[in-house]
Each structure stands twice: as C-alpha cells, then as structure tokens.
C-alpha cells in the first residue's frame, strides 16, 4: 500500500510502533529513577499504570506482528532474487552457447571462451587445460577472429551489451 512521496503504510505503520515502543520505555524508566531515587512523594494511581502496561502490552504485540510479517517479507523478496539471479545464470549460459555457435567454435575454443569471460590469464588457462600458453594464446586470437572482436574486453562487452540491452 503505497501513500504520498513515496511512503509505505507498513513503514509508517512500523516507525510509529518504535515511537509507541520507545515513550513507553522512557516511562518504564523515569517510573524506576523515581521509585529508586525516593523523589516520587505522590503514588501514582492503580489505575493510570494499568492503561500505561495495557498499551505497552499492544505496543509490544503490535512490535512481534510487524516484525513476523516484516521478515516473511524478507524471506520472500530473498527468494525473488535468487530466482532472478538463477534465471540471470542460465540466461548468460545459454546466450554464451549461442554466440558460440554462431561464430562456429570448436569444443576447444568454447572452454578457452569459456574461461577467457570468466577472467582467468591465459596461464591459468593453460594450467587448467594442460595446454601451452601458446596454444591457448592461439585458441584466444581464433576466438577473437570469429567474434570479430580485437581483444577480451570486447568479447566480454558484447554479452554485457546482450544482456544489458532492452527487451522489447
């Protein structure tokens, strides 16, 4: 439930418990200085402190509810996100595998490509596959031929520039 500039009812909702919490806390505490203190001369009457624990009471149980339903809130945009990210995953997976076939890579050349957008060197490239340095160097400019890309920073930007791209 959405109000003017943007406020959510919940969070008003939410900063008015804490102020209910906090002026019922102050009277709990100035109650205790005075009782230890001996300056409180006139008890205060049975009546007036039951209201006062009687709205503290709601002002606590209203704290737990807004507090349940703010953290069901939170687990559930968590669960959100991580779908978003798990869709996010295999989107850039498959729209990897795409460009890789569409510039023909051989198997080889789709782990060099592989790993060359994840940003790893071209030695740990070569550690990894247990290849010379030189054959993946080769593999890289092959790579980038068929792209028709001049280096990694550009094969790395034509999927952020897929993915980033608006979907009509």
Not at 82 to 102: E, R
Not at 126 to 155: E, F, P
Request: one cysteine or more; proline letters at 2%; hydrophobic letters at 50%.
């Amino acid at each position: 439930m959405k109000l003017a500039a943007g406020f959510r009812a919940d969070k008003i909702l939410l900063v008015l418990i804490i102020i209910l919490q906090a002026l019922f806390s102050g009277f709990y505490i100035l109650d205790f200085a005075l009782d230890v203190s001996g300056i409180r001369t006139v008890p205060m009457s049975w009546e007036y402190y039951e209201i006062v624990q009687a709205a503290t009471i709601v002002g606590l149980v209203l704290g737990v509810v807004m507090g349940v339903i703010m953290l069901l809130n939170l687990l559930r945009r968590m669960r959100e996100v991580n779908s978003t990210v798990l869709a996010a995953t295999g989107a850039f997976h498959d729209l990897m595998q795409l460009k890789f076939a569409q510039w023909g890579l051989s198997p080889s050349e789709r782990d060099v490509a592989t790993f060359t957008i994840k940003g790893l060197s071209n030695e740990e490239i070569a550690d990894i596959r247990g290849k010379s340095v030189g054959t993946i160097k080769s593999q890289c400019n092959a790579i980038y031929r068929k792209a028709a890309v001049t280096g990694r920073a550009q094969l790395i930007s034509l999927f952020i520039e897929d993915l980033a791209a608006p979907t009509a």
